[in-house]
């Protein structure tokens, strides 16, 4: 008997919960809002860097890309890299231990 009356008020919960949500929601007065269209030019950009331009700069990095997204995210390859001119090694990652 008790698991009827249990079962009872969980569904009228439920339902009361259902008719109230759907009550706030037939209440209010919502419409959709005007459509407007932005007549405003989208600015066209000249760009000089052409697409085989970028199709040879992909192909000059994947060595650089694959070295650094490795196994050892790059160790190996910083530390056969050569210093660029006019750093100081002795603060450049990977440089001589002091």
Not at 22 to 45: F, R
Not at 63 to 81: K, N
Not at 87 to 94: H, L, V
Request: charged share 15%; no cysteine.
């Amino acid at each position: 008997m008790n698991r009827n009356l249990e079962s009872a008020l969980a569904l009228g919960t439920v339902f009361a919960a259902a008719a109230v949500a759907a009550a706030a929601i037939a209440s209010g007065n919502a419409y959709a809002d005007d459509i407007t269209i932005d007549k405003t030019p989208v600015p066209q950009v000249k760009n000089a860097y052409t697409s085989e331009q970028a199709k040879a700069e992909y192909k000059a990095s994947r060595q650089f890309v694959s070295a650094l997204t490795g196994e050892d995210s790059g160790s190996a390859w910083f530390i056969r890299a050569p210093v660029p001119s006019g750093a100081n090694s002795a603060t450049t990652m990977g440089g001589p231990a002091r």
